[in-house]
């Protein structure tokens, strides 16, 4: 049985910012991980994908993107890579290959249990992410057997796939990517589309992300929201990352001949049935993208920019035909559903009693009501940002001052 201050269960952007934030303090630890540092990026990411946020915000506490394309956006090996040098510049103490399988308590402390043996610490961190497991909705098991499910996590490509049209649930940042790569490949895509939040690539002559970085959006805590929770739930922004820095939303998608439908809310066999909401959600995001760059307008105005940016522009609403409430996918040759339908949380591993009726853990900016156990890395844990590669070590660093201040390191 090993002892240390802080165990830290997960070697992502949250473990690792976590870790250098416990260094900086003097704060004894480790990071556990059961694969490699970056596992998900580099086991659960479909091979083309890219970031969303342009690499100029890639910041770590005491690290930032130092490469020669400040404005591109990392594709999924250059984020290995970078996580990677993350790592080397203060060497963390990571165990790698290393499954937590329970954390209870002992003591004032925990016991944490590993397939390589026990740690007794007086502070654990779960820095396991927002991106844990796939949400998939309950009548997916309903869906016929000969049908290909997979999920982002499972995707790597179109060639993966079987022959035939395919079926994207999900209008987020991950389904309209997908949407569109597998247009591309020559299938017929079918675009299954709940709330999302619709955004510009570029807005008056910047990263759409430039601007809610300058104007404090990003920043903006969770103390005042008026209802957090639904922040917490809200979709990612529909975006790409791509080179050439391109726009795409639902327009552009029905234009390039993939049809999109209302969002998909049953299914029998190779039947699918579809939300008659396809309107209502279009106007909705609309409705908010309009009020959002009327905010940056003003932004601009207030901060002396007008001679400096671009006129404000114009962005046409989405107009789109009235679509299916239900589809025979047989019919239709769709031989396969990829559900882009967002992720849940699994902490299937914790013995205290912090979890909601979700599954979800309660906590106030990342503390919990269980002296010494915090969660790092989850939507809007303190920040709108928190879970960005970009935010995560604001939270971080202030889960550190608390963690360095608590009586915690004596239990240990």
């Not at 790569?181 to 807005?203: K, Q």
């Not at 205290?352 to 010494?372: M, N, Q």
């Amino acid at each position: 049985m090993r002892k240390t201050e802080v165990v830290i269960v997960g070697a992502g952007q949250a473990g690792l910012a976590m870790s250098r934030a416990l260094c900086v303090r003097g704060v004894d630890h480790v990071v556990l991980e059961r694969g490699e540092v970056g596992e998900r990026w580099r086991r659960e990411r479909w091979d083309s994908l890219r970031l969303l946020s342009p690499n100029w915000q890639s910041r770590l506490p005491g690290y930032h993107y130092r490469g020669a394309d400040p404005h591109g956006f990392m594709t999924r090996s250059e984020v290995v890579a970078y996580l990677e040098g993350y790592q080397r510049s203060f060497l963390p103490p990571v165990e790698t290959g290393t499954a937590v399988e329970t954390i209870g308590r002992r003591g004032p402390g925990f016991r944490v249990t590993t397939d390589r043996g026990s740690w007794l610490a007086g502070a654990v961190v779960v820095a396991t992410g927002f991106c844990d497991s796939p949400a998939v909705p309950a009548f997916a098991g309903r869906l016929s057997g000969d049908l290909l499910q997979v999920t982002t996590s499972q995707y790597r490509s179109p060639a993966a796939l079987p022959r035939g049209g395919v079926l994207v649930v999900g209008a987020s940042a991950s389904g309209v990517q997908l949407a569109e790569e597998i247009h591309r490949a020559g299938r017929p895509v079918t675009l299954a589309v709940g709330r999302h939040v619709r955004l510009p690539r570029r807005y008056r002559g910047r990263d759409i992300l430039a601007w809610l970085d300058a104007t404090g959006i990003l920043d903006e805590r969770a103390e005042q929201m008026r209802d957090l929770e639904r922040a917490r739930r809200q979709p990612s922004f529909q975006l790409i990352g791509s080179p050439e820095h391109r726009t795409l939303d639902l327009g552009v998608l029905a234009a390039a001949g993939v049809r999109v439908v209302g969002g998909a809310a049953d299914a029998a066999g190779r039947r699918v049935r579809f939300r008659d909401d396809l309107a209502a959600t279009t106007f909705t995001a609309d409705d908010k993208l309009a009020r959002l760059l009327l905010r940056i307008d003003r932004f601009v105005e207030r901060a002396g920019l007008t001679a400096e940016v671009a006129p404000p522009e114009p962005v046409p609403a989405i107009r789109l035909p009235r679509a299916a409430t239900e589809l025979d996918l047989r019919a239709e040759g769709i031989e396969t559903v990829l559900w882009a339908t967002g992720y849940r949380r699994r902490y299937d591993f914790l013995r205290v009693p912090v979890l909601d009726h979700r599954g979800e853990i309660r906590h106030r900016g990342g503390v919990t009501a269980v002296p010494g156990l915090y969660v790092l890395g989850l939507r809007f844990q303190r920040r709108r940002n928190s879970s960005f590669l970009d935010g995560v070590g604001a939270d971080a660093e202030a889960l550190a001052e608390q963690i360095a201040g608590a009586d915690a390191r004596a239990a240990a």
